[in-house]
């Protein structure tokens, strides 16, 4: 079903865990829907993300793509992690599985409801977080049946 | 990594050896059409008959009765809609659980769509239907009442004689989708008084593709798949004489002993389930504990998710199944989990490991050591986890 | 008495070695279920993306658009009544042939219970439909043309191309059952322009519960079969994986060197049927000469009763069929034989000698020899005959 | 689908021919039905059946009753032929097919239509030929769809 980058991934995710004192934390997702993900980014003065752990409760794309997303952005300045979308870390992963694909926003969301919230803290303005509600749910894939 | 331990057996099951050697001389030396009337095919036909004779001997019916398919799905489509569509003259009102098979629940909610009314019961924690539900949901125009003889993801098994009994008195055609206790529960279709009953080859060790419908002498039904004279008349297509001929086996074989059979994976069940429990702590059972199909173990982890859980057991070559929504390619997770009360989270954790016939002591044991660590590692991993360990400490 | 002498190829064939070499790590190594996300099911999985392909491939139609049925009875029952019920709001009406298989007319008598109408187009003494007949059936409320690719008991080969033409003119979604042109005539559906065509497997060398419809993008249909999600949710039921892998192979097989299997029965058919009309006096080809099944044989033969004529083949060895009532099961004798003019009586007298890979020159020889006194037997007991020889003397 | 003895009697049937100078011919069933037989007796001063010849046109099952039936009846007196019931025959093959066991009314009827025949000509009354008509059609079995 996945490939072996994924699997990889999964099973050896990136910079699992925590920042005890991170400069930003952003948490999307909800257990009803099986699941959440947790990102903290410690950001240094030249707004460069220096170091990045994360928490993911969910399935095996959603941990690979948390695990993905994590290496993409470590040694970024945020404007450019902004422009992190699911679609790369998807490519990054060389591929998911058509349905699995909806998985990997909640990496995307994840970073920028971290740096949201760390923009708020700062009352700094990113244009790439304009329309961004850190409270949306991801946007679900729904297979309704045809009849 | 090869699937060296198979916890899936109400998936499906592999063809045993000798149900496979019965059909195989069915495919080229036996392979001439049952219909026709040279030697060749009459060969055919005679093994098709004593197929049909062996499966009415394991549910205690006439041979008459017994009906070949495409499958357990076709079998319970045909059963639903066959009955639904001849009887429309009498009402138009079905009654079923919430807790069935999709092939029963689709075909009812197409039948929705087509004018009928379908009552969905409620269960209990146990996945029980109450008999004063069905009661009290009987109306004048109802049909048909169709529940599940057993439970394919938590196992349990519902009173069917007190539920088929109810539909007797009041004279609606009673349907059974028994794909799941078949060959792991002793079924009597006079004793139970029930009108149609559902089951499927590949779940016994026969092969896919292949299933049966009883239907009782006079219960009025359209047929599903209209055609050519075989079946009696009633279900057309040039019959699958290997795949009936193994279906005919595998039920011969699961009937021999069946009560050993049940024991054997009752005992392997309970010591799966203990060990997880016991060895594993925020577990749950889902599910009733004792009436239950002897090889159903499912049990919820709390704090992770289900298809996570299957991945890591698959790195170990472990095969099971989850209700997680990411298993099942829907949004919602498992149907069943959900209609007995548990919370969406709870059902994305939750874990079906079913048990079979090559199902060993050691592999029971190696499924209980593997399950902690992979346990453990996915719920260090969750951000759910860390606020209950922060409350445990 | 064994049958050594094949000639029913039509009814069914025996599966190919080769065939039932892939079939068979299916039934027991890699049994796993394909919708499950473990080894053991991907690799099931995979297998039957894998036959998907190669029966796109030999109808030049997207993989996307094949889906696997338990039959070919049921392809037919899925286009017709899926299309029926998914475009009622569209129109009633619905024109087939009076030459069809039962498939086919037996669901469409359904639906004409179940208030639509349906014409049924006459053929000509070939058995051919016109499409002028056809234009002049077609209606405002026409949801559906249904027109066989090539008959199963006379062999003849529709104009299928312009007969889909027609309907594409005129918006109306065409069906085609292909179960006898498959793997005997090349299939484009693309250039063909049809939108929905069913096919089986047990009739070109694979096995037998195994079929396929073909559902051009953007068909309106309902299902037939409800329930779980296989077959990207449109026919419910655990993959029949082994079958579903064995069609593929003899898909493929049936196309890799078609034209010459084309040039080869159509050589042994037309010895076949020389042999019989010039040794034999009062015979009569069935359907026409030319536009016809490369392995088809349709032979009335006057004054005696084909069931009586089997009988006396098979103890001779050799499987044949035939149109008389007697072989059918019911009162009257094939409806495709009187739909092409044929009296009763020569209808009785038919005899269907189909041809397949392992048809052999000697074995035409066998039959035509054999034959001969065979028919005379029975003419020398035919109170019919004796009148004639009266009046040829 | 037939048993030895129906194969028997339709691979080597007894009686089939003609007879000449026959006292009794009668001819029932229809080409468009599939069946026809004729049946020849030879009947003796004394009412007694001295011998019988057939021919049919149908199938197995008719061949076979055919044979069966002549062989029942030589040596019977004319009443006793008049007796013999399909059913008689049916087990005297040792039983058809249920699906078959209609195409042995034929013969049957072949008996009665020629003793009607023999006994018109010679103004005799039989009273097991009471509402017999050798024009009737004979029993078909007919297979009606359920649906
Ligand atoms: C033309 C035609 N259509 C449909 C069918 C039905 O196919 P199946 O026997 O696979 O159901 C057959 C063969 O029996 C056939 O010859
Ligand atoms: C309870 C139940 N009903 C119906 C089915 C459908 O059977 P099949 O896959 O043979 O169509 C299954 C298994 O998939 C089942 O577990």
Not at chain 1, 13 to 23: C, K
Not at chain 2, 31 to 45: A, T
Not at chain 2, 62 to 69: A, G, L, Y
Not at chain 2, 379 to 390: A, I, K
Request: hydrophobic share 35%; net charge negative; charged share 25%.
């Amino acid at each position: 079903m996945y490939n072996e980058k994924v699997m990889d991934h999964f099973m050896n995710p990136r910079n699992v865990g925590e920042i005890e004192d991170a400069e930003a934390i952003g948490e999307v997702g909800n257990p009803r829907c099986g699941d959440i993900m947790r990102m903290y980014l410690k950001i240094d003065n030249n707004d460069v993300i220096t170091d990045v752990k994360f928490k993911t409760y969910g399935c095996g794309s959603a941990i690979a793509t948390s695990s993905m997303a994590t290496e993409m952005i470590k040694g970024k300045t945020v404007k450019e992690a902004l422009k992190l979308t699911n679609m790369a870390v998807v490519e990054a992963l060389d591929g998911l599985p058509p349905a699995k694909v909806h998985c990997s926003v909640l990496a995307e969301r994840a970073v920028k409801a971290a740096i949201y919230n760390y923009a708020k803290a700062r009352n700094l303005m990113y244009e790439e977080l304009e329309g961004f509600d850190p409270n949306d749910g991801h946007d679900h894939h729904h297979d309704h049946e045809e009849e | 990594m090869c699937t060296q331990f198979y916890f899936d057996y109400a998936a499906t099951t592999p063809v045993k050896k000798e149900v496979l050697e019965e059909m195989l001389p069915f495919f080229n030396a036996d392979f001439g059409n049952p219909s026709s009337i040279y030697n060749i095919g009459r060969r055919g036909k005679n093994a098709v008959d004593i197929a049909r004779d062996r499966i009415a001997k394991t549910l205690n019916s006439k041979s008459e009765e017994i009906f070949f398919t495409g499958g357990g799905s076709e079998s319970d489509n045909w059963a639903i809609k066959g009955v639904a569509f001849a009887n429309r003259d009498k009402g138009n009102h079905i009654i079923t659980s919430k807790i069935e098979h999709h092939a029963v629940l689709q075909t009812c909610k197409y039948l929705e769509r087509e004018g009928f009314e379908v009552t969905y019961l409620s269960v209990d924690k146990y996945g029980l239907v109450s008999t004063d539900d069905l009661k009290n949901a009987i109306r004048d125009n109802t049909i048909l009442i169709s529940i599940m003889y057993a439970n394919n993801e938590i196992g349990t098994i519902q009173p069917i004689k007190e539920l088929a009994g109810i539909a007797k008195e009041k004279g609606i055609i009673f349907h059974t989708d028994a794909v799941q206790a078949y060959g792991n529960e002793i079924i009597d279709v006079e004793d139970l008084g029930i009108d149609l009953l559902s089951v499927s080859a590949h779940k016994i060790y026969g092969p896919k593709g292949v299933g049966a419908l009883y239907i009782r002498k006079g219960t009025k039904i359209h047929k599903l798949i209209h055609g050519g004279g075989q079946e009696k008349m009633r279900r057309a297509g040039t019959e699958n004489t290997p795949g009936i001929v193994g279906f005919g086996k595998a039920a011969e074989m699961a009937y021999e002993n069946i009560e050993e059979h049940i024991e054997r994976l009752t005992g392997l069940r309970d010591k799966l389930i203990d060990g997880i429990i016991t060895k594993i702590e925020h577990t749950e059972l889902n599910g009733h504990p004792t009436k239950r199909l002897p090889g159903n173990v499912n049990i919820s982890f709390e704090f992770i998710e289900g298809e996570a859980l299957l991945l890591s057991l698959d790195m170990e070559g472990i095969a099971a199944s989850s209700g997680s929504a990411c298993t099942s390619g829907s949004l919602n997770p498992s149907h069943v989990l959900t209609a007995t009360g548990l919370t969406h989270e709870k059902a994305h954790g939750s874990l079906r490991l079913t048990l079979g016939d090559f199902t060993t002591e050691d592999e029971i044991d190696y499924v209980i050591e593997k399950l902690q660590p992979i346990v453990n590692r996915l719920r260090n991993m969750s951000p759910l986890y860390e606020n209950v360990r922060g409350k445990d400490e």
